[in-house]
């Protein structure tokens, strides 16, 4: 059985796959790209920032599912 807490910031801390998702959006120029790659090194792996949705225009309509309150995997 898999137990999942989540928090109103959108972690998700799944505690036998010891999975977790985080959310961490500012404003621009307040440090963002710093936190991307602090949280990469911590949690070992790939942080999107939305610097990279330039590069990845494809990843748009991801994006505006989500602020539309949609689920997304």
């Not at 109103?8 to 959006?25: D, P």
């Not at 330039?54 to 505006?64: A, L, M, N, R, T």
Request: hydrophobic share 35%; with cysteine.
């Amino acid at each position: 059985m898999d137990t999942c807490l989540q928090s109103s910031v959108g972690t998700q801390v799944h505690r036998e796959r010891e999975v977790m998702q985080v959310i961490g959006a500012g404003l621009g120029r307040t440090g963002t790209n710093s936190l991307k790659l602090a949280l990469e090194m911590l949690l070992n792996g790939p942080c999107y920032h939305m610097f990279e949705l330039w590069q990845h225009p494809e990843d748009v309509s991801i994006w505006q599912s989500a602020v539309d309150g949609n689920s997304i995997d």
